[in-house]
């Protein structure tokens, strides 16, 4: 089984920046579509940002637009999600995965992604 590894969570204040990083194998680089997910207890697993395989095209929930950054790197064929200036609202569970297209899929749709990570806690205090 392929599975994702992320790493970096942490318990932060508010107002605290936190890097989060997940390396793949070369063959999960490669997929049309890598992303992070959270999730808080009680809450569905939403999308907080997407990535195109090339890196040109990123996409964001509202909630987090201004504060974090998704990006990837090649040489090390890992995603990584630069979060500042977070809130006590981040609180949740953070997953990466990878996926493909899929016609009238959103980037946020969980039907695109078949490679998930273990989850990787982050815990923001007011």
């Known amino acids: 089984q392929v599975r994702l590894k992320e790493s970096g969570g942490d318990s932060v204040q508010a107002g605290g920046s936190l890097r989060l990083s997940c390396p793949t194998s070369a063959y999960t680089y490669a997929s049309e579509y890598m992303a992070w997910f959270r999730q808080a207890p009680g809450k569905e697993r939403e999308g907080v940002a997407g990535?195109?395989?090339?890196?040109?095209?990123?996409y964001y929930a509202d909630s987090v637009k201004g504060r974090f950054t998704i990006s990837r790197d090649n040489a090390k064929t890992t995603l990584y999600l630069q979060m500042n200036n977070l809130k006590p609202n981040d609180t949740a569970m953070y997953y990466c995965?990878?996926?493909?297209?899929?016609?009238?899929?959103?980037?946020?749709?969980?039907?695109?992604?078949?490679?998930w990570g273990q989850g990787t806690q982050v815990t923001v205090s007011s």
């Open positions: 990535i195109g395989r090339w890196g040109a095209d990123t």
């Open positions: 995965a990878a996926g493909g297209t899929r016609p009238g899929f959103r980037w946020s749709d969980l039907g695109l992604y078949y490679y």
